[in-house]
């Protein structure tokens, strides 16, 4: 089992609509969670990070379940500058490395 | 734009070449993370510096090194190059080992090894 793991998509949702992405990790001790963007042939920046009372930027909503170790990102009220794919990542325990999902990939269409 | 640069922006090397990137980190950071990402993949964690020093290290073969200056850009060196090594290679830079709230990645080198 991967230690992030990630639905690739593609999620190909109309403008407006709320998406929600979820990505599990495998280590229950992982104590660091984050969100990041990454256009195409760019690099990764980082959109959130997810603390365990959960967060919220704008439309923007991360969210951490520790029982069932998986984190989650909401998108309310899609726009089409938000096609991009979407990538979690875990520190791994105890360590200074940090574990990426394969991504999930974000179309949003007029 | 953060202050991270990467060089050269792509690359294209043949089997059993050797190749070095470069890293220049964003000022006021002593530590630099280096990945590989994979065509639709995620970035996967080769090593990091933290002041010159190796501090951790993927599940990378040793043909992939490091090095990391006093000024602490650093570079990034692949031996005997394979086909399955053509990826994009990224750097990030922060200011202390685990603060990924502070970290920034480059642009990316983009390694093709025919």
């Known amino acids: 089992r991967k230690e992030v793991e990630q639905d690739p998509g593609p999620f190909n949702v109309p403008e407006g609509a709320t998406v929600a992405f979820n990505c599990t990790y495998s280590?229950?001790?992982?104590?660091?969670f984050f969100w990041y963007r990454q256009d195409c042939r760019k690099e990764p920046k980082l959109l959130m990070s997810v603390y365990s009372s959960g967060n919220e930027d704008g439309r923007f909503t991360a969210q951490l379940n520790r029982a069932s170790q998986y984190i989650s990102l909401l998108i309310r009220d899609s726009k089409l500058s938000d096609s991009a794919t979407y990538l979690c990542?875990?520190?791994?325990?105890?360590?200074?490395?940090?574990?990426f999902g394969t991504g999930t990939r974000l179309q949003v269409f007029p | 734009e953060t202050g991270v640069t990467q060089s050269p922006t792509h690359l294209i090397k043949t089997r059993g070449q050797q190749v070095t990137l470069r890293c220049s980190s964003q000022s006021g950071h002593n530590t630099v993370s280096w990945y590989q990402q994979a065509l639709g993949q995620g970035p996967q964690f080769i090593f990091q510096?933290?002041?010159?020093?190796?501090?951790g290290r993927g599940n990378f073969p040793p043909r992939f090194s490091g090095l990391q200056f006093p000024n602490y850009s650093s570079e990034l060196n692949v031996n005997a190059l394979e086909l399955d090594d053509s990826a994009l290679y990224l750097c990030?830079?922060?200011?202390?080992?685990?603060?990924?709230?502070?970290?920034?990645f480059g642009p990316g080198t983009r390694l093709t090894v025919l």
């Open positions: 990030a830079s922060s200011a202390a080992p685990g603060n990924y709230n502070e970290q920034f």
């Open positions: 280590n229950s001790a992982s104590q660091s």
């Open positions: 990542a875990v520190e791994s325990y105890n360590t200074d490395k940090l574990i």
């Open positions: 510096y933290y002041r010159e020093e190796e501090n």
